[in-house]
């Protein structure tokens, strides 16, 4: 019977911890990129959608790019490998790490990148999304 219980508690707790992150929905940042949110496996918490960066200085700008990521309670992170089939190819990954809080997501991010000396290199930041 306990083990029901727990079961049944880690259910709810899962379908309420995703519910956080509505399907689909679109984020902005400070910088106006755009994160949109098109997919949730609500067993999981994993998600896909697209990120359009429109940071000034950074390139690939005005594109959209894959973003996925996993939501697990009010924890959130995601990902984008800058290269897609129709898109630039910027050789960078950038990774957030954050929490969803309501209609807000404050993340940290980290930007990997290979430089002209052929060794790699990262800097790092924090965004915050609202959703839209």
Excluded: E
Excluded at 73 to 92: E, G, H, L, M, Q
Excluded at 110 to 119: A, E, I, P, R
């Amino acid at each position: 019977m306990t083990r029901l219980f727990v079961l049944l508690l880690f259910a709810v707790i899962s379908v309420s911890a995703h519910a956080q992150l509505p399907v689909p929905s679109a984020w902005v940042n400070q910088r106006g990129s755009l994160l949109l949110i098109q997919t949730l496996d609500p067993s999981t918490g994993n998600f896909a959608g697209t990120y359009v960066n429109n940071a000034t200085g950074f390139s690939c700008r005005g594109q959209p790019y894959p973003v996925a990521g996993v939501v697990t309670a009010d924890r959130i992170d995601f990902y984008v490998n800058w290269t897609a089939p129709a898109a630039p190819d910027c050789k960078t990954i950038t990774i957030w790490n954050g929490r969803v809080a309501a209609n807000k997501i404050p993340a940290d991010w980290t930007l990997y990148y290979v430089g002209s000396n052929w060794q790699f290199h990262k800097m790092t930041g924090r965004d915050l999304f609202t959703r839209r």
